[in-house]
């Protein structure tokens, strides 16, 4: 294992599953590079998938669409276990978790197992099948949430091309993408939509909606959407659509004046926490600093763009290796804008303000530490 040793050999590994290529490979490669728990591992994997991506002119976003499975799932997105005498649907929830239905469509609390009347090899092995279908979709699922709840806040764009290819007609993530709102910018004009279920789009309106062939599409954050959200959730109520992830209901906050003025966030400065909500955190997309002296972290950033992070300078910092070594609680010294990490302390000051931050990525910055000060020790 790399965390006993054996990096050097972990490394070649991910070399090996390079050089092979199969989108099995990458897939593998590509899920060691966003989840691993060894920083070391999890970077050579990540400049593993940077030189692939280059190799077959693709951006990482755009080699990671490439690589999502589509488990053998028919062009509906489902698949049909047959019994015999007897047939069940499988159909997936907002959550990638796969369910059975009859072939009348009612849903079914279970799989129910083989019986004296089903076919003694077709039965069996339908229901091996399911079993294995749960087990790898769950290896995926997660990183297919986050990585569409991501693009919505890092604003990624896709062709109609793409967008059909490896999104509407994904036999997969269509399960997912079907249940949120899309836009569609277009020169100087932008228009929401959703995919329906038989794969054609609409607005909120419930009218057939066109993509534009020079349109980027992307996932729509409800700063997109302003007055236009209250339709949209009335349109999602009517069709019992459960979202994936909070898209229309998540909540929206802006800096004040003082703050788009300022390279510090000063109302977030000096709070208390259980070291446990700080570390909550890095599931929302930050990442931890680089340890210093006695294997401190002293500090927890996100990227918000390129060579764009905030910086939350955090007192005592986390032990690697045991990270309540240094106590049971954080404090927040300092939040500030930085061009890099640890290029400098906040009491040398910052030539960045956060006016220069788009009002998505501002107001999640802001989300994610509100959330924090709610659970902060009055």
Same mark, same amino acid.
């Given at each position: 294992?790399?965390?006993?040793?054996?990096? #050097?050999?972990?490394?070649?590994? $991910?070399?090996?599953?390079?050089?092979?290529?199969?989108?099995? *490979? $990458?897939?593998? $490669?590509?899920?060691?590079?966003?989840?691993?728990?060894?920083?070391? !591992?999890?970077?050579?994997?990540?400049?593993?998938?940077?030189?692939? *991506?280059?190799?077959?002119?693709? %951006?990482?976003?755009?080699?990671?669409?490439?690589?999502?499975?589509?488990?053998?799932?028919?062009?509906?997105?489902?698949?049909?276990?047959?019994?015999?005498? +007897? +047939?069940?649907?499988?159909?997936?929830?907002?959550?990638?978790?796969?369910? =059975?239905?009859?072939?009348?469509?009612?849903?079914?609390?279970?799989?129910? #197992?083989?019986?004296? #009347?089903?076919?003694?090899?077709?039965?069996?092995? *339908?229901? #091996?099948?399911?079993?294995?279908?749960?087990?790898? =979709?769950?290896?995926?699922?997660?990183?297919?949430?986050?990585? /569409?709840?991501?693009?919505?806040?890092?604003?990624?764009?896709?062709?109609?091309?793409?967008?059909?290819?490896?999104?509407?007609?994904?036999?997969?993530?269509?399960?997912?993408?079907?249940?949120?709102?899309? /836009?569609?910018?277009?020169?100087?004009?932008?228009?929401?939509?959703?995919?329906?279920?038989?794969?054609?789009?609409?607005? *909120?309106?419930?009218?057939?909606?066109?993509?534009?062939? %020079?349109?980027?599409?992307?996932?729509?954050?409800?700063?997109?959407?302003?007055?236009?959200v209250k339709a949209w959730t009335e349109v999602f109520a009517d069709y019992e659509i459960t979202q994936p992830f909070p898209q229309l209901a998540r909540p929206v906050h802006a800096l004040t004046e003082q703050e788009r003025g300022s390279g510090r966030l000063e109302r977030f400065e000096g709070l208390k926490l259980p070291f446990g909500d700080v570390l909550g955190l890095v599931k929302l997309g930050w990442e931890r600093g680089a340890p210093l002296d006695a294997g401190v972290e002293?500090?927890?950033?996100?990227?918000?763009?390129?060579? +764009?992070?905030?910086?939350?300078? $955090?007192?005592?910092?986390?032990?690697?290796?045991?990270?309540?070594?240094?106590?049971?609680?954080?404090?927040?010294?300092?939040?500030?804008?930085?061009?890099?990490?640890?290029?400098?302390?906040?009491?040398?000051?910052?030539?960045?303000?956060?006016?220069?931050?788009?009002? =998505?990525?501002?107001?999640?910055?802001?989300?994610?530490? %509100?959330? !924090?000060?709610?659970?902060?020790?009055?």
């Amino acid at each position: 294992m790399a965390g006993e040793g054996g990096h #050097k050999n972990a490394v070649h590994g $991910l070399d090996v599953l390079a050089e092979i290529g199969t989108d099995v *490979a $990458l897939m593998h $490669l590509h899920g060691i590079a966003q989840k691993v728990k060894f920083k070391g !591992l999890q970077a050579e994997a990540q400049e593993r998938i940077r030189q692939v *991506a280059k190799r077959l002119d693709l %951006t990482t976003e755009q080699l990671a669409d490439r690589l999502v499975p589509d488990f053998g799932l028919d062009a509906e997105g489902g698949m049909t276990l047959d019994y015999g005498p +007897r +047939r069940f649907l499988v159909r997936f929830d907002e959550q990638l978790k796969p369910f =059975v239905a009859d072939e009348d469509g009612k849903r079914r609390t279970s799989l129910p #197992k083989p019986g004296a #009347k089903d076919d003694p090899e077709l039965a069996p092995a *339908a229901h #091996k099948a399911f079993a294995g279908l749960k087990k790898d =979709v769950r290896t995926v699922a997660a990183d297919q949430l986050r990585r /569409l709840e991501q693009a919505m806040v890092t604003r990624r764009r896709w062709t109609p091309a793409e967008f059909g290819e490896y999104i509407v007609r994904h036999p997969l993530v269509w399960h997912i993408a079907r249940r949120l709102v899309w /836009l569609a910018e277009d020169g100087g004009t932008t228009a929401a939509f959703r995919i329906a279920e038989d794969r054609t789009f609409a607005d *909120a309106g419930d009218d057939a909606f066109a993509l534009p062939g %020079t349109a980027r599409v992307g996932v729509a954050h409800p700063l997109d959407l302003g007055d236009a959200v209250k339709a949209w959730t009335e349109v999602f109520a009517d069709y019992e659509i459960t979202q994936p992830f909070p898209q229309l209901a998540r909540p929206v906050h802006a800096l004040t004046e003082q703050e788009r003025g300022s390279g510090r966030l000063e109302r977030f400065e000096g709070l208390k926490l259980p070291f446990g909500d700080v570390l909550g955190l890095v599931k929302l997309g930050w990442e931890r600093g680089a340890p210093l002296d006695a294997g401190v972290e002293r500090w927890i950033y996100r990227r918000v763009a390129d060579r +764009r992070y905030v910086v939350i300078d $955090l007192d005592p910092g986390f032990a690697v290796g045991a990270l309540d070594a240094t106590g049971d609680h954080q404090i927040l010294n300092y939040v500030w804008f930085a061009t890099e990490p640890t290029d400098f302390w906040p009491s040398r000051g910052t030539p960045l303000t956060f006016g220069e931050l788009h009002p =998505v990525m501002a107001s999640e910055i802001l989300s994610d530490l %509100t959330a !924090l000060a709610e659970k902060a020790e009055k």
